[in-house]
T-cell receptor, first 113, second 113 residues
């Protein structure tokens, strides 16, 4: 079935370090891919998305490229800030307009000054 | 626009009691989704509803759990005879009729004692 495998955390980085959080997926057809962020005590917020192969989603300095050949959607940021500390979830929807999302287990990022 | 409103934010129930979780979707959104997040895990899809209809309940436990989205009022996730294993964060999301643009609420954290 459809699933998402996400790099386990926690990840601790110093401010201005480079961030990569790995995400690979299994799906039939052509899923849409998402990264969500969850700040402490809050719900999930959509960070970025990509709906087809080779699309690059970007927002707030974060980027992820939809790689069909490697079934991956790794999240990257060139220089993290303390305010980026949160839990990051990779997710997919199995088809365009599909109703439910499949989530990875989440990666907790802590950025220290 | 108030966003997706969930209440209560925190709910404590004794084993055997009933838990009722409420979700008011964003204005203009007619689709509601419930997800459960167990400690240290990702979100798991439970149920997808439109007004007065359950569209997909493939993620709902077979017993004790039910959901509704009446013509008027919020969507309700009801858990009867709660057990300790029901302790989790329950998130609601809503989307417009075309199905794109999920927005999550801040969640209800259920603790069963």
């Amino acid at each position: 079935g459809d699933s998402v495998t996400q790099m386990e955390g926690p990840v601790t980085l110093s401010e201005e370090a480079f961030l990569t959080i790995n995400c690979t997926y299994t799906a039939t057809g052509y899923p849409s891919l998402f990264w969500y962020v969850q700040y402490p005590g809050e719900g999930l917020q959509l960070l970025l998305k990509a709906t087809k192969a080779d699309d690059k989603g970007s927002n707030k300095g974060f980027e992820a490229t939809y790689r069909k050949e490697t079934t991956s959607f790794h999240l990257e940021k060139g220089s993290v800030q303390v305010s980026d500390s949160a839990v990051y979830f990779c997710a997919l929807s199995a088809r365009t307009g599909a109703n439910n999302l499949f989530f990875g287990t989440g990666t907790r990022l802590t950025v220290i000054p | 626009n108030a966003g997706v409103m969930q209440n209560p934010r925190h709910l404590v129930r004794r084993r055997g009691q009933e838990a009722r979780l409420r979700c008011s979707p964003m204005k203009g959104h007619s689709h509601v989704y419930w997800y459960r997040q167990l400690p240290e895990e990702g979100l798991k899809f439970m149920v997808y509803l439109q007004k007065e209809n359950i569209i997909d309940e493939s993620g709902m436990p077979k017993e004790r759990f039910s959901a509704e989205f009446p013509k008027e009022g919020p969507s309700i996730l009801r858990i009867q005879q709660v057990v300790r294993g029901d302790s989790a964060a329950y998130f609601c999301a809503s989307s417009p009729p075309e199905g794109n643009g999920y927005t999550f609420g801040s969640g209800t954290r259920l603790t069963v004692v």
